[in-house]
């Protein structure tokens, strides 16, 4: 396996310098892979992005939710009178009539169902009662007050640890049979051969690690204009959706509509991070709200329902032990997890694995065992639990394995660093089979922890904090190293609601060698228009710009399974590859027949390909584009163009890691934190443009902090959610992150046809441990050893004192 | 108030044209601030900021630029939100508020400005039109807020504010708290400060008699141990920063 | 009731609710889509405008307080067919992903240039601290703003000229891709 080390970009706070691409190679290459500016830019720039809300089509209404205002309630009565008689008021759905029209409840991602309007009860605080539709946004809202609703208020249910007690009230009483909150059990790893691991163990640390319930709040809500026409009994449905195609299949299914009559349209998208994979009640309503009144229905939620309603992430409680010997070798780990998945089990996890792909929280260290054992349970809260970069619980794997290798080396009296280096899988055990089912692509994990060290200057900072220490001053330094598992994935194991996460592309290149390319992913801002591009202009040798990518239309795309889990470049990216390679290859055919040579006695360079030993005579790619679409005799077999199409089912996932290293300051006085320093060393495999991988990387790297420090969606006990707003929900600005620094290796993927991983999530999910283990770091001496997120200046000063409490 | 549909009212009167409301004067010892004076000019007064460095103190983490841009010392007074920091700059440096109605002007300290959560003296028919600040020589005054993140309300704020005798001995000190349930400003603190020389001792019993003194509820923010511990640590803070510039001042 | 105002250099009048926001107007009425919506409560920072140069949120000021006004949005930035240097600078330096953020983000930087030509990092960031974005964690917006301080463009007194429109997007010349 080739493997690369570079220099480190972006060492220094000035920052803007770009090295050239390693992975692409020769400088005198013109187009392909490296860093370019983004296609998607000039439209965004001068305002004209095109976001659902943008929309205005002839005739267009404005519908909007009614919300219930308590988390556990019979509903006894809704009245809409008042709000029907509203001026400008055209419709209003509630539950009754969906009922009627047998749409009251739909189908999650997780063979669960979910009301698209209470009908019986009301499962969480904002779930959805009624839908109003009228001419503009301001009468729809107005008419929301005029409602009455009658509730009989029912005891709630806001401790997950609570959910499986004997009296517990019953959440899901609509399902036949239900007498408890139990959703799932699941379990990976050897119980018996890790408990017998433990038992001989010189040392085990045993912690509870909370992960709390957070939200990806992208900075457009989600929303969708709806246009049904009732002569064709056709459906263009405009979404903020990351999987659009899955949405479709759904859509028939839910809505009856065939489903060639349905189109779906992702515009541009203003943020998605796993909250917009979701089927929300919102979008069924503006196709239900369109069909009744035979107008155009846009329904756009505020903040305060995206926060409150919309998929949130994480909530794991996870009781975490890790055994080794005193010398300091990892030899197992163990965890017990209670989930809380809300009301409705939403969640959008491949079937086999209702925990997403947890069981990578063996990490990037050789073990002897490992077992996990997830719980799953309905609680009185909003429903959800896949989404936020990454959606498949990697993030919560990372975050504890982590933060349990930190207190062993805390109890060791071992560096953290030199503990990880001392356990890390090397790079002949690859592929490695870790405990629990995974094979572990490719990596050479100790090159990137010591590139990050370097670039931290972390014998130098280790050296600050002792005289910092010295002075009473809390200074900490917190390292992380992950491995992710993304791409999802090879179709025998992963499906979701039964399709399979292959992912189609296809690729035409037009008669004078410009071309389209299609694709299944949907971009939320990671630059798909650009990276794409680059890929097939890497594989036949046209300039990026003479490619347009189109996405985000099922009826111009086709079919796979959205973004999300980071597999655009994974899947997508193999798709778009492989399709190139497949175009290029017929392109060999149509010019051997043009130069009335053998296809074998062809040699490929960059856009042309020309006869072995004299490459003076050839044809570029526009040359056989033209007669493949002209009037050259085509050899047997060989249609007349030059296109492609190929659906791709990944062999395995693909295995990005990377290596953090955080610096804080704590004012002992306040419990304030200041994140001072950020080292960040990625390796996605192959780069194929840098400037956007580290654009991916920078923004995780806030999420992480927002995480570390701020977010969290709490629920009082009456089960009020009390992160409604982003007054209370808060996120980073620019003053709470520092100027990231940012470092790579580059060990590519060996099944992947580039060779690349993905990067879209890791920045989310390695940064959380680095900046919770240097907050901890920095309280050691006061004798603190754990703490949950977030750490806000109330819970670090409470932990500075001896008094840490989880979050829930 | 009315985006979040808690207010409807049914007239509604656009001030920010009453461009004569929006001044910074002096006036031999008093500084005069005009009730429609934005936070963005406060804090770009240089002259503010060498008379009153605990406005630039304040404003600098009030919101953010942008709203300051907007927000008005007038509207943050009237809104009275108990989190709201410029009732407490307002208090310490024994600010007045000049309010104007049908029957002519009035002139209330500003301790008596505010009678509880969301509510103010200024009635229906008024408008406060102006703040008074008084100007005294060698002092100096500072706050400092701790917040969960840039732009957030406070958790917990206190301000601090004196002038110094000949002798070096405080004349006058005041000290006021934010968001902690706290009616006026720390008077046990200042009767046992004044006439004396600052000093670390008296300052960490004013932080103690501080943290007694207010009367915080616990919420997101943080639990009420916190907030206590905060109104201490945060008042030590000030009263020495507000020390060492009132010994540091020229202004005579 | 009647507003008047110039947009983007254009004069606008048009009979509204008291109670419309000045984000509502220019989005719905005027159908400048460019300046965004993202919260209930002042907190984001997406529809940031120039409000007689200043930025203010738009969806904190209702239109009618926005009457005899002089408002830029984004869609006046570019002078003429000119990008300007901030516009410039985002696509230089990958400060935007989603774009969401962007348009307030690139308003706010004209305001700070317009005022302080040659900002450190800290004041840019204290610039936008009020003005959330998800995708980017800043620091390339940071570098953005900088490549147009150190890009300021040739004569700064070009009025800007893009006045309300009914379009929905407008064609990009493809010699601006690559650049
Ligand atoms: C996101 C955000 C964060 C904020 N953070 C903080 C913070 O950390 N600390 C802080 O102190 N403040 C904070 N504020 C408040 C901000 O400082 C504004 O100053 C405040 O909202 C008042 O705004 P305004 O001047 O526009 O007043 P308005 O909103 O116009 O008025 C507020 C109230 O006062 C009345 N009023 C206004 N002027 C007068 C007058 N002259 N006479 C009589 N009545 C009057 C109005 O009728 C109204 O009832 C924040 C605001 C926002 C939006
Ligand atoms: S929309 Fe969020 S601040 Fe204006
Ligand atoms: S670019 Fe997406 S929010 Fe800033």
Known sequence: MTTITEAPENVAAEGAHHPANPAAGDADRPVGHGRLQRKEDPRFVRGKG??????????MLHGAILRSPVAHARLVSVDTSAALAHPGVVAVITGKDLQGLGLAWMPTLSADVQAVLATDKVRFHGQEIAFVVAEDRYAARDALELVEVEYDILPPLTDVRKAMDPDAPVIRDDLEGRTDNHIFDWEAGNKA???????????IVSQE??????????????????????VEGALTLYETSQAPHAHRTLFAIVAGIPEHKIRIVSPDIGGGFGNKVGIYPGYVLAVVGSIVTGRPVKWMEDRSENLMSTSFARDYVMQGEIAATKDGKILAIRTNVLADHGAFNSTAQPTKYPAGFFHIFTGSYDLKAAHCAVTGVYTNKAPG???????????????????????LAHRLEIDPAELRIRNFIQPDQFPYANKTGWEYDS????????????IAGYDELRREQAEKRARGELMGIGISFFTETVGAGPRKHMDIVGLGMADGAELRIHPTGKAVVRISVQSQGQGHETTFAQIVAEEIGIPPEDIDVVHGDTDQTPFGLGTYGSRSTPVSGAAVALVARKVREKARFIAAAMLETRPEDLEWEKGRWFVKGDPSIGKTLAEIAMGAHGTVALPEGIDGNLDAEVTYDPPNLTFPFGAYICVVDVDPGTGHVTVRRFIAVDDCGTRINPMIIEGQVHGGLADGVGMALMQIIEFDEEGNCLGGSFMDYLIPTAMEVPDWETGFTVTPSPHHPIGAKGVGESATVGSPPAIVNAIVDALSPLGVTHMDMPCTPARVWAASQGRARPPI | MMKLRLARPEWLIDINDLRELDFILRNGDVLRVGAMTRHATLLESAEVSRLFPIVSDAERVIADPTVRNRGTIGGSLCQADPAEDLSTVCEVLRGSAVIRGPRGERVIPLTEFHQGPYETAVAQNELLTEVRFPIRPRSGSAYEKVERRVGDWAIVAAGAAMSLADDGTMDDVAMGLTSVGLAGTVTEAEDLLRGKAPS????????RIAARACDPVADQRGPVDYKRHLADELTRRVLRRAAVRATDSQEG | MQISMTVNGAEVTNVIEPRVLLVHYIRDVLRLTGTHWGCDTSNCGTCVVLMDGTPVKSCTVLAAMADGRDIRTVEGLAAGGTLDPVQQGFMEEHGLQCGFCTPGMMLTARALLDKNPHPDDGEIREAISGQICRCTGYATIVRSVKWAAEHPRLSDNEQADAGPSEEFADTIPAEEVRS
């Open chain 1, 193 to 203: 051969e890790t408990d017998a691991v433990f038992a001989s163990a010189d040392v």
């Open chain 2, 200 to 207: 670390e001792e008296l300052f960490v019993e004013a932080g």
């Open chain 1, 209 to 230: 690690i909370v992960y709390p319930r957070v939200h990806p709040a992208p900075m457009e809500t989600c929303g969708a204009v709806a246009d049904f026409d009732p």
């Open chain 1, 385 to 407: 639990g896949v989404a936020y970069a990454c959606s498949f619980r990697v993030t919560e794997a990372v975050y504890l394995v982590e933060r349990l290798v930190d207190m």
């Open chain 1, 50 to 59: 095109r976001y659902v809300d943008d929309l205005a089509l002839p005739g």
């Open chain 1, 443 to 454: 990596g050479e994990y100790e090159r990137a922890m010591r590139l990050s060290m370097e």
